[in-house]
Structures are given as structure tokens and as C-alpha cells.
């Protein structure tokens, strides 16, 4: 995490363009007053909104940042799920080239494919599924030993 008591100084521990950071902050600051946000529309959904601080206004997502000290921390792409992954059906059982289940082999979570077939509805999409199809599948596990 860097940070700085100006937004100048926070460019210059990040090694980024002060003057780009300024504009980006004046920016940001000008439109949040008004609850707008131009450059990726936060708030704009009810699901967004859900997700914001209900007592701020106009917008629950957007407010300027006005006070110091500035943090700022680097942010690179990364994956926390999957669409792909081994096929399955209803009860977790990993399916084989003919979509026959293999006996003993189930799969849930990251290693199964997704039950979305590659979308995204809303947050949990990668826990909720691994939760209920790794119940299923040890559900069904435990009923094969006994």
C-alpha cells in the first residue's frame, strides 16, 4: 500500500504522472459531488446501490475523496473462478467423454465447470455452487461406502 498527505506525493510514491493523478482526482471528486460516475458507472444498478453505504446520497457507491492521508495499492488481474473445468451433472459426478459418470469421481468448485455456462449473475457465483454440489457429492460418497 503507498501513500501520501497530497495527491502529488501519492504519484510520486506510486512512480506514476502527478499531474494524471491530480486530473483523475479533480475529476472524480467533480462528478461524485453529484453521485455520477462517467468512466464505469458505479450505482448505477440496484444491485450496485445494494452494495453501498445506504446514508450517503446522492449515490450509495460514489464520494469524493477529499481528505488525507491518499492510499492507493496496485491492482493487477487475477482469477478467482472459473468457467471451465471437468463436466458434471446434476450430482456432482464427473461425466466422461460420452457423458457417462465415471464411478468414484466427483468434482465441485473450481474444478468443476460452471453451472452458469460462463456467466456471471451476481457475487458467489464460485462459492455457492461449490457449496451445494461438494455437499451433494459427499452426500453421495458417504452412500457408497456404507
Not at 512512480?15 to 458505479?42: C, K, M, Q, V, Y
Not at 464411478?103 to 474444478?111: H, I, K, N, S, V
Not at 449473475?121 to 453421495?140: C, E, K, Q, S, V
Amino acid at each position: 500500500m503507498k501513500t501520501g498527505r497530497t495527491i502529488a506525493a501519492l504519484a510520486q510514491a506510486c512512480g506514476i504522472d502527478a499531474t494524471g493523478l491530480e486530473r483523475t482526482f479533480s475529476d472524480w471528486n467533480r462528478d461524485a459531488a453529484t453521485g455520477e460516475d462517467p468512466a464505469f458507472g458505479r450505482g448505477t444498478t440496484p444491485y450496485m446501490r445494494l452494495q453501498g453505504d445506504p446514508d450517503h446520497g446522492p449515490n450509495p457507491c460514489v464520494a469524493p475523496i477529499l481528505k488525507p492521508p491518499f492510499f492507493a495499492v496496485e491492482v493487477v488481474p487475477g482469477s478467482f473462478g472459473t468457467f471451465a473445468g471437468l463436466t458434471t451433472d446434476g450430482r456432482a459426478r464427473v461425466l466422461d467423454g460420452t457423458g457417462t459418470p465415471i464411478p468414484g469421481l466427483w468434482a465441485a468448485g473450481t474444478d468443476s465447470a460452471s453451472v452458469f455456462g460462463g456467466h456471471y449473475p451476481a457475487g458467489g457465483i464460485n462459492l455457492g455452487p461449490a457449496l451445494t454440489f461438494g455437499f451433494i457429492a459427499g452426500r453421495d460418497a458417504a452412500e457408497g461406502l456404507q
